[in-house]
């Protein structure tokens, strides 16, 4: 990890090698969330990275890819993973403290509304609650 000032006066920039694709990151209280795809072992690492000095704090592993971006209610990372689930990734720690099938492709990023989290995936829109449990389905 290689660090200096930021010519923005944002007050950080940073480097961080990562094995794989990184995804789209997610910043959330300071902290930046970040798929990783690693494409020899078709294996999706989601980690914590500290914002200000680019330290990781914890990668946990998911099978298979991840093409969208996650969310989070500043409690967890709520992050698709392979072709079909989500899971959420405690914000502390990296535990999973719950994984979701949605049962068909998930290619959107979940959107956090009114304590629900809704996501498109395949011809159905889905809605969790922050437990994992489904509230609805096919709108």
Same mark, same amino acid.
């Given at each position: 990890?290689?660090?200096?000032?930021?010519?923005?006066?944002?007050?950080? $920039? !940073?480097?961080?090698?990562?094995?794989?694709?990184?995804?789209?990151?997610?910043?959330?209280?300071?902290?930046? &969330? /970040?798929?990783?795809? +690693?494409?020899?072992?078709?294996?999706?690492?989601?980690?914590?990275?500290?914002?200000?000095? &680019?330290?990781? /704090?914890? !990668?946990?592993?998911?099978?298979?890819?991840?093409?969208? #971006?996650?969310?989070? +209610?500043? #409690?967890?990372?709520?992050?698709?993973?392979?072709?079909?689930?989500?899971?959420a990734?405690?914000?502390?720690? &990296?535990?999973? +403290? !719950?994984?979701?099938?949605?049962?068909?492709?998930?290619?959107?990023?979940?959107?956090?509304? +009114?304590?629900?989290?809704?996501?498109?995936?395949?011809? $159905?829109?889905?809605?969790?609650? /922050?437990?994992?449990k489904? #509230?609805?389905?096919?709108?």
């Amino acid at each position: 990890m290689q660090q200096d000032r930021s010519p923005l006066g944002v007050g950080f $920039r !940073w480097t961080l090698p990562v094995e794989g694709i990184g995804r789209v990151p997610l910043l959330k209280d300071g902290v930046v &969330g /970040l798929s990783v795809y +690693d494409h020899r072992t078709w294996e999706t690492r989601f980690g914590a990275i500290e914002a200000r000095t &680019g330290e990781p /704090l914890w !990668w946990t592993h998911l099978y298979s890819t991840a093409y969208a #971006r996650a969310a989070s +209610d500043g #409690r967890h990372f709520f992050a698709p993973f392979g072709p079909t689930r989500i899971a959420a990734l405690s914000m502390a720690n &990296g535990a999973v +403290d !719950w994984v979701f099938d949605t049962g068909t492709r998930v290619r959107s990023s979940p959107v956090l509304a +009114d304590s629900e989290l809704i996501m498109a995936a395949g011809d $159905r829109v889905i809605a969790l609650g /922050l437990d994992g449990k489904p #509230r609805r389905r096919s709108l």
